[in-house]
């Protein structure tokens, strides 16, 4: 991926948060863009959002992002000059509840065992 590839996914990333922050402050509670991938020719363009909360709290607050696309497409247009806004396709990132789950599961095993320390007359020495 090149550096303006690059340099534009953070900008849209930046951009697209600040109108969440400024312009949506109170529906916008809990929803964070994670990441930002722009193709090559800057027509196409995913957006991952994550929401914090309960499944009908996520699914609600996802739905809310979908039907704004469009506005903050808008809003993009005027913050974002480059020659092609690309059309934005937003994908909710669940990454954080399998990272989540994933540290619950390790929490929850045992304790290991403690590893004998050298030099504590053990006969194996």
Not at 52 to 66: N, P, S, Y
Not at 89 to 98: I, K, M, N, P
Request: glycine share 4%; net charge neutral; no cysteine.
């Amino acid at each position: 991926m090149s550096n303006r590839i690059i340099r534009i996914n953070e900008l849209v990333q930046r951009e697209l948060g600040d109108i969440l922050r400024q312009r949506h402050a109170a529906e916008a509670v809990g929803i964070t863009v994670t990441e930002v991938r722009i193709s090559p020719d800057l027509r196409d363009g995913r957006v991952f959002v994550a929401v914090i909360g309960d499944q009908a709290t996520v699914a609600d607050r996802f739905r809310w992002v979908q039907r704004h696309a469009k506005e903050f497409r808008a809003e993009l247009s005027q913050r974002i000059t480059i020659k092609f806004l690309p059309r934005l396709t937003y994908v909710l990132d669940e990454s954080s509840v399998r990272a989540a789950k994933l540290l619950n599961l390790i929490d929850a095993l045992p304790p290991a065992a403690p590893e004998p320390e050298e030099g504590d007359g053990s006969i194996l020495s």
